[in-house]
C-alpha cells in the first residue's frame, strides 16, 4: 500500500542542533603506507550477475588469501582525489585501521624500509607528510589512532605491561611542528577484538582500561586541545541487528564496559562503529552476519543503524555525558561492503542513516572509505564519484544544523527526515526515503519547494550510477561535477517513486 506523507514548512518542534560536519570520511592507515586491503569484486559481482564463491571451511584466516590483496599507497596529492573531497566543505578525515595499531613510524627515515620487530609496517616521513597536506588542502581536521602493539610494549606474552607513549609522541610532536596536529584521537582501533587488533598476545580487557587510562592522562599533559575519542569498539550489548549484528563477532571477548574499567576518566567523545553486518566475502564463514541482496531496503535492515545509536546512547550518558557520539567507522557491511556497496542500492541505507542518527543524537559519521575497497565514496583507481559520494555531497550542501521532529512516523515508504536549510535561509529541509520495492510514496507539499530526487539509473537498484531528477550523475569529460539542480514543485501532490530518495527544500 502506498505511503501517504503531509509535510509542514512551520511549526516543526526542534531536536537539537547537530554537528555542522556531521558527514565525514576514513582513510584507512594500509593506504597510507601500502599494504593488504580487501580484493575488489568483479563487475559482474557488482552487477549480480556473477555469483560471490570463497571458500571458507577452514574459518576466515583460511579464507584471507582470497579476499585480500596488497596494494601500493595512495597518492593523497592526486589533485583529482583532493578536488572531490574539498566539495564536502570542512569537515573531518580519520586516519586509522587496524594497520594503524600494528605501525612504526620512521619520521626521521631511519630504517631503510626494514620494519622493526614487533611491528608490522613501517609509516615514512614522505608518507606522513601526504596525510598531512591532504588535510590541510581539504580543510579538514585529522582524526587519528595509535599504535599499540607487541613492538610498543617490549613483548608478545602475558603479562603485559603498561602502554607507553614512545611511537605516540613522534607522531604528535611532527604533526603539531608541521603545522597540521592532530585535532582527535581514539586510542586503538577496535580494542575489544583484542589480539585482532594488534595488542600483544594474552592483552585483557583490564589492560586497556590502564592503558587507555594512560593515554588520556597524556594527551591532557601534552597535547590539551586535542579530544579524546574512544572506546571505538565495534558491537556490544546484544541489541543492533539481525542475529545480534556485528556485536556477534565480539560478544565473547569483551564489552564496553570492561574496555573502559571501573574508574574510566571522561571521555571527550563516545565513539563506536557500526556495520549491518558482514559482507559476501566473510558471510561463507559467518553466514547469520549477511544480510542478502533482497533485505537491503527492509525496514530491519534500515533499523540497524539507529539501533546501534540507541544502543549507544546510555553508554554515551555513562562515560561521556552531555557529549556527542562518533560514528568513526560505518559501512554497509564489515570485509570491505557487500557487491552492492558500490552501487545505488546502498544509498538507500546510507541517506536513512544520517537522516535518523541525526535526529537520534549529536555527532559525526565517519564512512568507511574514501577510496579504498568497494563501500568507498570514490573508486580506488579512477577515483570517479560513486552513488553514495553525491547522496552525501546533496546532503552537506542541504541539510542545514537544526534537527526537527518530523512528526511522522517511520514506516515502509516514508523514512521523513527534516533540518534547517544549509544556505542559511529560513525554511525547512526534507529527505523522504522510499523504500518500498513496489509502490510509490505520495507526498503533501505545503507550499512551492524544490525537489532533488535520487535513483537508480533505469531504475535499477545494483546500478552503478545514480540520477537526479532523471539525469546521470557522473562526472563531465574534463572531470567537473555534474549539475546537481532541483526541479520546482507546486504546492499540491507529488508522488515519489519505489526505492528512492528526495530532498525538498521549503
Not at 527534516?418 to 505545503?446: H, M, W
Request: glycine fraction near 10%; charge should be negative.
Amino acid at each position: 500500500m502506498a505511503a501517504f506523507v503531509t509535510l509542514k514548512n512551520e511549526n516543526l518542534p526542534v531536536v537539537h542542533e547537530q554537528n555542522p560536519a556531521m558527514m565525514a570520511y576514513n582513510i584507512e592507515f594500509a593506504e597510507v603506507t601500502g599494504g593488504t586491503f580487501w580484493k575488489a569484486y568483479t563487475p559482474g559481482q557488482i552487477a549480480g550477475t556473477e555469483e560471490f564463491k570463497v571458500d571458507a571451511s577452514g574459518g576466515i584466516t583460511a579464507a584471507y588469501k582470497d579476499l585480500m590483496q596488497v596494494y601500493p599507497p595512495i597518492n593523497l596529492y592526486d589533485e583529482k582525489l583532493r578536488r572531490l573531497a574539498k566539495e564536502f566543505g570542512p569537515g573531518w578525515v580519520r586516519v586509522s585501521g587496524t594497520w594503524a595499531t600494528k605501525t612504526y613510524y620512521d619520521l626521521d627515515n631511519t630504517t631503510g624500509g626494514k620494519v622493526p620487530e614487533g611491528y608490522l609496517n613501517v609509516l615514512t616521513r614522505d608518507q606522513w607528510i601526504g596525510v598531512l597536506d591532504f588535510v590541510k588542502a581539504v580543510d579538514a581536521k585529522l582524526l587519528v589512532s595509535v599504535s599499540a602493539c607487541p613492538g610498543v610494549y617490549g613483548t608478545d606474552s602475558a603479562p603485559v605491561p603498561a602502554w607507553t607513549p614512545v611511537e605516540a609522541e613522534k607522531l604528535f610532536r611532527f604533526s603539531k611542528e608541521y603545522g597540521v596536529p592532530i585535532s582527535a584521537s581514539e586510542f586503538v582501533n577496535e580494542p575489544n577484538m583484542l589480539s585482532e587488533t594488534g595488542f600483544p598476545k594474552g592483552y585483557t580487557a583490564a589492560d586497556h582500561a590502564r592503558d587507555q587510562k594512560i593515554y588520556q592522562q597524556w594527551l591532557k599533559e601534552n597535547y590539551p586541545d586535542c579530544l579524546y575519542v574512544g572506546p571505538c569498539s565495534v558491537g556490544s550489548e546484544g541489541k543492533m541487528g539481525k542475529s545480534g549484528g556485528v556485536e556477534v563477532l565480539v560478544g565473547d571477548t569483551c564489552t564496553t564496559y570492561d574496555l573502559m574499567g571501573e574508574d574510566p576518566a571522561p571521555l571527550d567523545v563516545f565513539s563506536y562503529h557500526y556495520y549491518n553486518g558482514v559482507s559476501e566475502r566473510l558471510a561463507g564463514a559467518i553466514p547469520s552476519m549477511h544480510w542478502l541482496e533482497e533485505d537491503a531496503a527492509t525496514e530491519e535492515y534500515l533499523d540497524v543503524a539507529i539501533a546501534c545509536a540507541r544502543a549507544y546512547g546510555p553508554l554515551r550518558d555513562k562515560y561521556c555525558p552531555g557529549g556527542e557520539m562518533w560514528v568513526t567507522e560505518s559501512g554497509d557491511a564489515g570485509g570491505g561492503g557487500d557487491t552492492w556497496a558500490s552501487t545505488y542500492l546502498d544509498v538507500i541505507r546510507t541517506l536513512n542513516e544520517a537522516g535518523g542518527f541525526s535526529r537520534e543524537t549529536r555527532g559525526v559519521i565517519f564512512h568507511n572509505t574514501l577510496a579504498a575497497s568497494d563501500y568507498a565514496y570514490l573508486d580506488r583507481v579512477s577515483h570517479d564519484p560513486r552513488p553514495n559520494y553525491f547522496a552525501v555531497l546533496l546532503w552537506t550542501k542541504l541539510m542545514g544544523t537544526t534537527v526537527f521532529d518530523t512528526m511522522e512516523p517511520i514506516r515502509e515508504g516514508a523514512h521523513v527526515y527534516a533540518q534547517s536549510r544549509a544556505d542559511g535561509k529560513d525554511g525547512i529541509v526534507y529527505l523522504v526515503v522510499n523504500n518500498s520495492l513496489t509502490d510509490t510514496t505520495r507526498v503533501e507539499l505545503p507550499a512551492e519547494a524544490a525537489r532533488y530526487t535520487l535513483e537508480g539509473k533505469d531504475g535499477k537498484p545494483r546500478a552503478a550510477v545514480m540520477t537526479l531528477n532523471g539525469k546521470d550523475l557522473v562526472l563531465g569529460e574534463d572531470g567537473s561535477l555534474p549539475a546537481m539542480e532541483p526541479v520546482m514543485e507546486a504546492a499540491g501532490t507529488v508522488e515519489l517513486p519505489p526505492l528512492s530518495c528526495t530532498f525538498f527544500v521549503l
